[in-house]
């Protein structure tokens, strides 16, 4: 994706993989490896949507009913448990919150573009849903994170206090890896140690600001 009218070009790239994976890690890295990177958290944007007296809360209570609900506002797992297993209701919920998250991200791709034009920032948009829905077209390169099975459901397990059960009917709700792979730009697999998966993210930076892809 490429923004028209600015002096310089500049580059935004789509992030994505299935939960668990591993996606926050590797673009934290490459906000590290360089100062010319920005990320635009599509997750982050969510938390934001859904808090108390935001329109997306009251859709999705009106939607899935009160006992989504908690003191704090939305009750992010009561909710996994109800979509997760039911793709219509999984449908629903991305049908109330896509185009939501999808315009507050490229407000703010914008304003990074517009505001840091003069150091040719790489904007990363971060986003596990991007090949589901088919929105990695808008993007000129595409990084694909992932790792092995055992991994990815172990990973799930623990960061959600989930069963085992819950973790692949989540895991299973997400397109598979494969089929990411085969639409993406650039691959990183997390299941290697960190400094494995560092020396990736450098190499693949490399790649994008050269225009290059593998």
């Not at 299935?18 to 890690?25: D, E, L, R």
């Not at 209570?61 to 989504?68: N, Y």
């Amino acid at each position: 994706m490429r923004f028209k009218g600015l002096e310089h070009p500049i580059h935004v790239v789509g992030l994505t993989g299935g939960i668990g994976s591993g996606k926050s890690t590797v673009a934290n890295l490459f906000r590290k490896h360089s100062h010319r990177v920005n990320i635009v958290d599509a997750d982050f944007i969510a938390r934001l949507l859904v808090a108390p007296g935001e329109p997306a809360l009251t859709e999705i209570v009106k939607t899935f009913g009160r006992s989504v609900l908690c003191p704090t506002g939305l009750d992010r797992k009561k909710l996994g448990r109800i979509v997760f297993g039911d793709p219509a209701k999984l449908k629903k919920l991305n049908k109330i919150m896509g185009p939501r998250i999808q315009q507050q991200a490229m407000i703010q791709i914008e304003w990074w573009a517009r505001r840091y034009w003069q150091d040719d920032p790489l904007i990363i948009y971060e986003a596990a849903l991007l090949v589901e829905f088919g929105a990695y077209k808008e993007f000129d390169r595409l990084i694909v994170v992932g790792c092995d099975h055992e991994t990815q459901r172990k990973r799930v397990m623990i960061r959600d206090k989930c069963t085992e059960a819950e973790a692949r009917e989540r895991i299973a709700a997400q397109y598979p890896l494969g089929k990411k792979r085969r639409v993406c730009s650039y691959y990183i697999d997390t299941s290697y140690p960190l400094s494995f998966v560092k020396s990736r993210v450098a190499e693949v930076f490399d790649l994008i600001v050269n225009g290059r892809r593998r």
